[in-house]
C-alpha cells in the first residue's frame, strides 16, 4: 500500500501545536516563559543554637518557605524532640503542614526553638525536613548543646522561734504563708531543717509527737512533709541547723505561694520554740524536672489518731490508685510511728505499739509487695544527747529527739498508666485491753510520681 504524506498538512499541525504551547507557558505582553512546575525553597540551611540549659528553652530563630504551583500540601518535620517548630511563634510542636490553598500564598515563617529534654546532655544534632510529594525536599541541619544550669542554693526562712506550747493564749499548732520559687522544673532537692530551742524557764519534759505540713491548694488538705520527736526536756541544738529531713518529693506543692502550719502535740505551757528554714537547690543534675503527689493514707493529726493496733477498727487502709501514662517514676513515701503501751507486752517487757517490734505490709493487688520493719533505729546513737528522760533504749522506728524515717517503696516498672489496689496490712496481733493505753500506729502514706514531661497528680480512690 503505498502512503502519502501531506508535508503542508503536518506543517499546519506544528504550527498550530507551537502557537498553544506559547499561550501556555509564556507572559502575553512580554512573551518570556513561564515555569509552573511545582516547587519551593528554603532561605537556610543549618541553624545553630549554642548553649542551652537542660529544661529550658531558647531564644527562637526562624527560616521562610518560598512555594509556588504545588498542588499537595507541604509538611515540615523536626527529626529531634528537643528542637520545636511553630507556625506562629506561640505553639510548638515537631510537625506542621501548610494546605495547598496555603502553601502557595506568600512567604511562609517557620519559628525553630531549641528545648533540651529527657536528662539529655551534650552535643545535640537534628535535622528539619520540609517536603511535596511533587516537588520534593530540603533539609536544614539544627544543632545544639545541652547543659546543666548552675547549681545554687536558696536558704528560704519559714517560722522562726515560734512558740509552741499549751494553755491560755498558747497553741500547739502554727501556721503561715511562704514565698517559695516558682518554677519546680529547676528543682534539684528541697531539704527542711527544723531547729528547736527552749523558751524561757526551759523546754517540755517529754519526747512529744510533732511535724510539718503544707497546704494542698487543689483539695484544701493539709500533706504532712515531716514528722520529728521532740527530745526530752531539751533542745537539738547538737545539730548546726536542726533535723534534717528530704522533702523534694513535695516539690510540686512547695512552689510559689506556700501555706505551712507547724505542729508539736505538747501539753504543757513551757514547750519549743520552732525554727524551719529550706534549703531550695535549682540546676545541677535534675532526676526528673515534674513531679506530683496525692494522700494515700494520712492518720497523722496527733500520735493518738492513728491506726488503733491488735483491735477491731474501721479504719479505711485500701485504696485504689491510677498512675498517670507518662509516670517515669512511681514510688510511695511513708511516715509511720507507734504509739501505746498496750498489752500482752513482747519479750523484754516492749508493750506496743512504741516499743514492740513489728513487720507490716503493703499490699499491692493483694501481694505482699514492700515492708517495713518497725525495729530499732539507733536511739542511744542519738547526737541529741543526753537528754533528761528515758531516750537511749530503742522504740519500734523512732527515736526521741530524731526525725521520722520516711520510708520509700518504689515500683519497677513505674505502673504508668495502671490502676492498681493499695492495703496497709499490720502484723496480727491481738491486745488484752490491759497496759496503760491502747496501741496506735500514726501514718502517712503518699503516691509521687515523677517524668520528663508535664503529669497529672495520680488519682486515688476508696
Known sequence: MKVIFNTKAFAFFLLISSSLLFINCSNDETGTTLDLSPQFTVDVTALDFGEEV???????????????????????????????????????????????????????????????????????????????????????????????AVEETTTITTFQQVHHAFGENLSQSHTNVFQFPEDMTQISNITMFVKLECPDGGCNAWDVYANIAVKNTATSTWMEIGRYITPYGVDNHQLERGFEIDVTDFKSLLTGSVELKSFVEVWGSDGWNVSVEFDVTTGGEIEYPYSAISEVLQYNRHSLDGIPYGVPN?????????????????????????????????????????????????????????????????????????????????????????????????????????????????????????????????????????????????????
Open 54 to 148: 537542660l529544661n529550658e528553652v531558647s531564644e527562637r530563630q526562624s527560616f521562610v518557605i518560598d512555594a509556588s504551583n504545588l498542588t499537595n500540601e507541604l509538611i515540615v518535620t523536626s527529626s529531634e524532640a528537643q528542637f520545636e517548630i511553630s507556625r506562629d511563634g506561640n505553639v510548638y510542636t515537631n510537625t506542621i503542614s501548610y494546605t495547598v490553598a496555603n502553601a502557595n500564598i506568600d512567604d511562609k515563617m517557620v519559628y525553630v526553638r531549641f528545648a533540651p529534654k529527657n536528662q539529655i546532655l551534650g552535643d545535640i544534632t537534628g535535622t528539619i525536613t520540609i517536603s511535596s510529594e511533587e516537588a520534593g525536599t530540603e533539609t536544614i541541619s539544627l544543632t545544639g548543646t545541652s547543659v546543666l
Open 314 to 462: 474501721e479504719f479505711d487502709v485500701d485504696k485504689t490508685i491510677s498512675i498517670p501514662q507518662n509516670a517515669e517514676a512511681t514510688f510511695l513515701r511513708t511516715i509511720i510511728t507507734g504509739w501505746g503501751h498496750a498489752t500482752p507486752n513482747d519479750p523484754g517487757g516492749r508493750p506496743c505499739a512504741e516499743w514492740c517490734f513489728r513487720r507490716h505490709h503493703i499490699l499491692i493487688n493483694g501481694a505482699e509487695t514492700f515492708e517495713h520493719y518497725m525495729g530499732p533505729i539507733g536511739c542511744s546513737s542519738n547526737p541529741v544527747a543526753p537528754q533528761g528522760g528515758n531516750w537511749a533504749p530503742d522504740r519500734a522506728g523512732w527515736c526521741p529527739g530524731m526525725s521520722v524515717p520516711n520510708r520509700i517503696d518504689m515500683f519497677d516498672p513505674a505502673m504508668a498508666g495502671q490502676t492498681f489496689t493499695f492495703e496497709y496490712d499490720l502484723e496480727d496481733w491481738t491486745s488484752d485491753s490491759g497496759g496503760t493505753n491502747n496501741a496506735y500506729y500514726a501514718i502517712s502514706t503518699f503516691v509521687v510520681v515523677k517524668s520528663n514531661s508535664p503529669i497529672e497528680t495520680p488519682m486515688v480512690t476508696e
